[in-house]
């Protein structure tokens, strides 16, 4: 784990800070020996700061700081999305946000952006394919999280309800980064709904053998 | 003489290695470290799923609620591609996600055990060390760059760090349970 923690530093992402700070909520929530983990974080931040040195320090802080060139331009992005779905409700087409940007693009961006994209799964999804689109997704969102919910309540030897947590944990990882990158076609969200399903088939079957014996 | 249980069970051993061999290829991406991506190998797997799929009668019963709503999306991508202003972008997004449904679908047929999911999760642990490895690595110019120069990576490590994690600390914590004849 610590050697992946390090890989998702190296990468120097901030998606993926803000999918590991996701991460590190999720399991705080879940975990009973809070104590225990803050000594966990605090050892974690330590070796983050330690492989990424002071670039990562630098490039980490700009989240927050919507004056920055990158951050300023991600959300002038997003707005354009917006609008693109309020003048295409049903959609662009998969893949069309970026051509269609520079009709979109904000006044404060001066060249011709053309073949930019979202930088965001959300801003993807919603002028890429509109209101179907977006009703599909957040229905596949929300039978996940009913089916987790189902599976966190089972009583069982702890498995499903460590499978839960993995998965409400990966589930955040996967939201909070893709929050900041353009990930709609990219197969973990899929992957991920998949496992949820089995788990909630493979927790079906085991309560009818548990009844059966 | 093969009694059809053991031929059955046979078919569905099989048709889980490739699911495996799937996985390989598309997160673990062995065609870029190992020199076999003329093979085009993603494709030969793919095929496979396909025909196991349909050759096994049972893809009815990967038609649940969330597979009906992927199956859905799929198609609405489909719906963009004739009257999108770049057709050929539209068609590169729907077949993207059209070319994952054989696994997604054999996933959800085939993955029914605990024990599976154990498999599933380990490989994706492996992965997970391999790409680590490689991020690492060639960060330090010494690695393939087979993950580092897939920005998206991470996304994948976020999305598995945990998943395996808690699977193999619940697996200990049943493990010590029995041993210690606390469970039943």
């Excluded at chain 1, 970026?98 to 009709?103: C, N, R």
Aim: net charge positive; with cysteine.
């Amino acid at each position: 784990m610590i050697l992946t923690i390090v890989a998702v530093v190296l990468t120097k992402s901030r998606g993926g800070f803000v999918g590991l700070c996701a991460m590190g909520a999720v399991y705080w929530w879940f975990n009973k020996k809070k104590i225990a983990l803050m000594i966990s974080v605090f050892l974690i931040a330590v070796i983050m700061l330690l492989v990424g040195g002071e670039s990562y320090k630098q490039d980490m802080r700009t989240i927050t700081e919507t004056q920055v060139n990158t951050a300023k331009v991600r959300l002038l992005s997003w707005e354009a999305g917006w609008r693109m779905f309020l003048d295409n409700p049903l959609g662009v087409g998969g893949n069309n946000f970026p051509i269609l940007f520079p009709k979109y693009q904000p006044s404060e961006m001066t060249r011709n952006m053309w073949g930019r994209v979202a930088h965001s799964l959300w801003f993807t999804l919603i002028p890429e394919t509109g209101v179907f689109g977006i009703l599909i997704y957040f229905l596949l969102i929300r039978m996940n999280f009913k089916d987790l919910t189902y599976l966190s309540r089972l009583e069982d030897d702890g498995f499903f309800s460590s499978l839960t947590i993995a998965l409400f944990a990966s589930f955040a990882g996967f939201f909070g980064a893709a929050t900041f990158i353009s990930v709609l076609y990219y197969p973990y969200f899929w992957y991920l709904t998949i496992v949820v399903m089995s788990a909630r088939e493979i927790s079906v079957t085991h309560a009818a053998n548990h009844i059966e014996t | 003489m093969r009694t059809p249980e053991i031929s059955f069970y046979n078919h569905e051993r099989r048709w889980f290695l490739f699911l495996i061999l799937y996985l390989l290829i598309d997160l673990g991406r062995v065609q870029e470290i190992f020199p076999i991506a003329s093979l085009r190998i993603g494709m030969v797997v793919t095929i496979v799923l396909v025909l196991f799929l349909f050759g096994s009668g049972r893809l009815v019963s990967s038609i649940r609620q969330q597979s009906k709503l992927i199956l859905f999306f799929v198609l609405l991508l489909s719906f963009y591609v004739p009257v999108a202003i770049n057709n050929f972008y539209a068609y590169i997004a729907f077949r993207t996600l059209f070319l994952m449904l054989p696994f997604l679908l054999s996933f959800i047929i085939l993955v029914n055990s605990q024990s599976r999911l154990l498999i599933i999760c380990k490989v994706n642990a492996a992965l997970m060390l391999i790409g680590g490895g490689d991020t690492v690595f060639s960060t330090r110019g010494l690695g393939q760059e087979v993950f580092s120069k897939m920005k998206m990576i991470f996304v994948y490590f976020l999305c598995v760090i945990f998943l395996w994690y808690y699977l193999l600390l619940g697996r200990r914590r049943r493990n010590l349970k029995s041993f210690y004849g606390l469970r039943v």
